[in-house]
Nanobody, 124 residues
Framework: QVQLVESGGGLVQAGGSLRLSCKAS????????MGWYRQAPGLERELIAA???????TYVDSVKGRSTISRDHAENMMYLQLNSLKSEDTAMYYC??????????????????WGQGTQVTVSS
């Protein structure tokens, strides 16, 4: 059974930093591109960063340059370091495993495997 569990969210002041973690159970982690998504109230869930099996990465423009996605195959963990946080970063953050995909074509809700999310709130 595949299970993804996010942690590390919270309330942070604008300009601050957070490190989100995603713990994956099961073997799917080893064979799947992984991604961080976020969903703000009233908006669709969007992919903000993805990392392939070999460590290749991609970022959406809104977080590029102030975020770093990484993964640890030995621990079945994925991370997202978010710096210079802004109020518009406030959202629920989800991790997802997207087997048989590429980081350029990650899965959408309803496909792949998803965690329950961790809330990030940035106060101005």
């Amino acid at each position: 059974q595949v299970q993804l569990v996010e942690s590390g969210g919270g309330l942070v002041q604008a300009g601050g930093s957070l490190r989100l973690s995603c713990k994956a159970s099961g073997s799917i982690f080893q064979i799947s591109p992984m991604g961080w998504y976020r969903q703000a109230p009233g908006l669709e869930r969007e992919l903000i960063a993805a990392i392939g099996i070999r460590g290749e990465t991609t970022y959406v423009d809104s977080v590029k340059g102030r975020s770093t996605i990484s993964r640890d195959h030995a621990e079945n963990m994925m991370y997202l370091q978010l710096n210079s946080l802004k109020s518009e970063d406030t959202a629920m953050y989800y991790c997802a495993a997207c087997p048989l995909r590429t980081i350029q074509e990650m899965c959408r809700p309803g496909a792949g495997y998803w965690g329950q999310g961790t809330q990030v709130t940035v106060s101005s």
